[in-house]
């Protein structure tokens, strides 16, 4: 989880130095008179009849800079557009900037080829599907379908790739390793419904990648001729008397200007996490348990721009949540149960499955039972330890659960673990041993007590090509949406796997780029 600023500045500072002088530059040239009323309330539209002038006009207009916004600020430049994007922040890189840089990727990339890995576009295809009830078909085949030419594109781009696979269970690899598994492939069910494979690729660097890859695409940006003005406000979108989208209102340096948008429009302001009213209203279960992360524009203005010109919302309770207990992998040997002394869930899954199984039992209480060999502290801080013992009998005892529960189901557990099954929860064979040499210790996993974390998942609905739809389907005539501003891939906290956040936004940014560079000039659609 990160709070701070999105945009490290030692990275980058030639973004940071420029933005003053660009922003200068611009309030040269000529002002929107007076002040625009309720600027601050971005689901309130802007007449077009009631722009006195327009301050600056471009061909594409992207709201936001942050993978998703210079993908799509890329594709729409090299494809001609006169392409402009205004940040709100003083710098770019949006929540990109302070993630792992794990890209979901699969089909036969060149790292998994070079790592021995077979794979095929149909088996990430019905992976993807699984993992959600409500998959957008057109969506999820273009991005199984289009994975491999995506990595290459990316390569193109100057994001480095190391041809390593990481062999570790781990949410990401903390050297500079690329390939390693990001989500519930080889977990049950998911195992029995598709070939499993490795598909999680970090970007080359320690630690946290997310910055080495915004930085590369920022310089792709500027070789396409991108121009990119920080510090402006996004408030309000300006609609034509049919509805469709004109332009946008913005505030730079305390001014409220007026900027036309000849072919098109692109949200990709982040998603909705913190913002307290949003995430009460649509994430109320999980509000206030779960630590929200982001960064601080994570606050649905993207979302709410695109409800005011008609747009519809989809999965807006939808989230990914997680509690990140391990590494160290050892911890996997154990086994997680409830206040009931049950076993819920197969300890192999991944963080983000089992944060949301292990959220929603009763009472939220949950614990991790280890024994002496497979003991260790996890790397997240906050994981307190609810007792150690002896025995199994006096564990149980110690964390209040009903008598015999937690013996029985240790029992049950250890007798299979020692012939290698587990026949209630198909945890893998490689992570089956039986849980018998003291001292035995609990973990306290329980929701609103351990380390939680969570984000919005859910946002406008669009096309694949990201033009955004109304509740009837319908286009909305010049706006497009991509990355966590819309409902990508990612819309299932069950199935919700790494990679596929930034995954989502630098492919369906491409896309929308470039569809909206393709619309035609706004003075030749009206007299056309």
């Known amino acids: 989880p990160h709070s701070q600023h999105p945009a490290p500045p030692e990275l980058y500072p030639h973004v940071l130095s420029s933005a003053a002088s660009d922003v200068d530059k611009r309030q040269a040239r000529g ?29 594409v207009l992207i709201v936001g800079y942050g993978a998703a916004g210079a993908c799509a600020a890329i594709e729409a430049a090299q494809a001609g557009a006169e392409t402009l994007v205004l940040e709100r922040a003083s710098g770019g890189g949006g929540t990109t900037a302070i993630a792992g840089g794990v890209i979901y990727l699969g089909g036969g990339t060149r790292v998994q080829k ?30 199984a379908e289009g994975s491999v030419d995506h990595f290459e594109w990316l390569v193109s781009q100057g994001v480095p790739f190391k041809d390593a696979m990481h062999e570790h269970r781990v949410t990401q690899p903390e050297n500079d390793d690329c390939l390693f598994w990001s989500g519930n492939e080889k977990s049950w069910p998911y195992r029995e419904i598709a070939r499993p494979a490795p598909r999680g ?33 996004v408030q309000r979108l300006v609609l034509d008397d049919e509805g469709g989208v004109a332009g946008v209102i913005a505030r730079q340096q305390g001014e409220d200007r ?60 939808e989230y990914h949540i997680t509690v990140p207990y391990y590494p160290p992998e050892s911890l996997t040997f154990g086994i997680l149960v409830n206040g009931q002394g049950q076993r819920f869930i197969a300890e192999d899954a991944y963080h983000g499955r089992i944060g949301e199984i292990a959220s929603r039992q009763p009472q939220g209480k949950v614990y ?23 025995s199994i009998a006096d564990l149980e005892a110690a964390l209040a ?82 990355g ?39 003075d030749e659609r009206s007299t056309g």
């Open 31 to 59: 002002r929107v008179a007076g002040s625009v009323e309720g600027t601050d309330v971005p689901t309130r539209p802007f007449r077009l009849d009631d722009v006195e002038t327009w301050h600056e006009t471009a061909d």
């Open 114 to 143: 070079a790592c021995g890995i077979e794979d095929s576009a149909e088996e990430m295809l019905r992976y993807l599907t699984a993992s959600t009830p409500d998959p957008d078909p057109d969506k999820f085949r273009r991005y």
């Open 201 to 233: 690729h970090k970007v080359q660097g320690q630690g946290d990648a997310g910055p080495v890859l915004f930085a590369r695409l920022h310089e792709a940006a500027m070789r396409s001729g991108v121009r990119v003005q920080y510090d402006t406000r």
């Open 258 to 317: 007026a900027l036309r948008a000849r072919r098109g429009v692109i949200l990709c302001a982040g998603g909705f996490a913190m913002n307290d009213a949003m995430r009460r209203r649509h994430l109320s279960r999980i509000d206030g348990m779960a630590m929200p992360i982001g960064n601080p524009y994570d606050d649905g203005t993207g979302l709410r721009l695109g409800l005011s010109a008609r747009g519809a919302g989809i999965h807006l309770d």
């Open 368 to 390: 991790l039972i280890v024994d002496e060999p497979i003991f260790g502290r996890p790397i997240i801080e906050g994981f307190e330890i609810a007792a150690v013992e002896e």
């Open 401 to 482: 659960l009903p008598p015999l529960t937690l013996q029985r189901t240790l029992e049950h557990f250890n007798r299979h673990a020692a012939l290698g099954e587990d026949p209630v929860l198909h945890k893998q064979p490689a992570w089956l041993r039986p849980i018998t040499e003291p001292p035995f210790a609990a973990y306290d996993l329980s929701f609103g007590k351990a380390p939680y974390m969570a984000f919005s998942l859910g946002g406008l609905w669009t096309r694949a090509t990201g033009e955004v739809l109304t509740e009837d389907g319908e286009i909305v005539d010049g706006l497009f949406a991509a």
């Open 484 to 522: 966590r501003s819309c409902c990508g891939i990612s819309r299932s906290a069950e199935g919700y796997v790494s990679g596929t956040s930034i995954g989502d936004a630098t492919f369906f940014g491409r896309l929308a780029g470039r569809a909206a560079a393709a619309r035609g000039d706004a």
